[in-house]
């Protein structure tokens, strides 16, 4: 059996926890088994887990599991493994998924690989792939242990709706108490995190001052992108670092990645390269982004980015 | 206060990535290394204020051949007080942590640090897989920490926001950016480092699950499809029609 962990926050599931089911669905055909989702805590919408590739759906709700441990989080999700006799394990590759993920692996001796982008190969072996050295190669990992534990690089394929939604069956299982308390929690509602965003429009320098910012959030709007920034303008504080995205920032891989007055450093590119399509819009051709980029604008972005944007409200508008 | 911060090496962000041995080894032919940022920046730097604030040790330890010992001077002159190298070449963050937990079983370390991940592999596991093989609470992605006698109070990078959590001694943590800031190594230190006891351990008897049996390049990017600056109704057409992602 294939066993899911379904991630949710705040009782809600993300699009990067359909993601993994469906994932895990797909991995399971190959494998020739099933594929079940592990729910811990209530939220809404569990049986629709089953559209999306569950054929069993399990859901543990326990004492010292109301705040997130990595520690009795990782036990329950090992010992519910173990229970339902579970080859490999998945989980999403968010914050959560990273803080579980070698816990498990340690507590079940299982191989792991954290960041899959995509399904396994099981012919002679259970291999599967994952980017190394910052999206610049592609490393082919090799398993042989009995259990498997991977974490999926969100975006790396689409939810599917391949079933039908199914009843969840409570499951008991040993978990030890946390030791962990949580004070708070803030987190920006309303705005989807730079990780999960599929439309990101990001600027740098080259905006000059950060009260230029205008034109980059009215994109942003147009398209319903989140907005992100270059180090050096996040370190000024021109913009809040949770948006700086590179090498010592947030590593992200939407589907389209506006750069707006950011050069393309090697640092830089490391967190963005591995988008779907890149668009470069800089007044110097010479610009290393453009290397990186599928399309490009050469020119003055304070000129460029509203019409872009006045481009994008008429398509939105036909 | 005890503490153990974890080092590994990565090759230089710049460096040219190329493989050797049929596609199975990384090339490090040229190639610069480097202490891990986040292990170098955030997290043994902590590790020196906490001692400086309260007294006590810091160690490092490498797992790694003795090509990581120019790596593992330098944390000795950036302020550790001695280091560990676990001779082994290792292949998987499974085998990397396993030792590491192997060598800590027995010292009663108060903390142990990690970096948020190596920035050559991008695993982010090392920390959970020690803390759990040493049965220790883990915070990962901490970006700020704050300790009264043996409690600490850590904010981490969750999800689009932060959260803010309690933990007592003994346990592990991953450094992310605003955890320290960078120390560059002076003279003294860099002189002192040369005395500073560096033992070389050997590795325990594991088992490994996992490996690498092969790399590729990814394929190379077409080149750019340049749009004229006045004429952005042709690009919008392009990312609907062409590239399919609005
Ligand atoms: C160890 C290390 C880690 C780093 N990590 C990161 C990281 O995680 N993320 C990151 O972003 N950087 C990182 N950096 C910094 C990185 O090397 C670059 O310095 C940084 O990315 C440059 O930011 P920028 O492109 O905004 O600014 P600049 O390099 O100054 O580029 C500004 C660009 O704007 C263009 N421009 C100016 N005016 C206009 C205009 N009117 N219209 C159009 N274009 C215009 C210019 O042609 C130029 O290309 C790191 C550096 C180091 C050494
Ligand atoms: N060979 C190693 N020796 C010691 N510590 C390591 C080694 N590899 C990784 N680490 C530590 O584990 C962290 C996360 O590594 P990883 O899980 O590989 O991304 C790093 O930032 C280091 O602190």
Redesign the pocket.
Known sequence: MVLVFAEQQKGKFKKATLEAITYGAKTAQLLNTTCAALVIGNAEGVDNLGVYGATKIYQINAEGLNDFDSQSYAAAIANAAKELGAKVIIMGHSSTGKSLLGRVAIRLEAGSVAGVNQLPSVEGGFKVNKNVFSGKAIATYELSSEVKVLSLMGNSLAPEEMGAAVAPEELSVDVPASRVKVLEAKTVDGEVPLPEAELVVSA???M?EPGNWGIIEDLAKSLGATTAC????ADAGWRPHHE??????VAIRPNLYIA?????????L??VNRSKVIVV????PE?P?FKAADYGVV????EVVPKLTAAINAYKAE | MKLLVCISKTPD?TAKIAFTNGDTEFNEEGVQFIMN?YDEWYALVRALELKEAAGGSVTIINVGTSANDAVIRKGLAIGADDAVRIDADPKSSYFVAKQIAAYAADKEFDVVLTGKETIDFNGSEVGGMIAEALDMPFISYATHLEMDGNVAKITRDIEGGAEVAEVSTPFTLSASKGLAEQRIPNMKGIMMSKRKPLNVVAPVEISDPSKVVGYTLPDAKESVKLVDPENMTELVRLLHEEAKVI
Do not use: C, E, M, W
């Not at chain 1, 270059?230 to 303008?233: F, G, I, Q």
């Not at chain 1, 700086?244 to 920032?249: A, D, E, F, P, R």
């Open positions: 740098g320098r080259g000059k270059s180090r050096p303008v700086h995205v590179g090498q010592t920032g707006a007055g950011i050069s393309g450093a090697i640092q830089h490391a967190g819009i800089n007044k110097d610009a982004f020119g003055d972005l304070f | 962000t940022p």
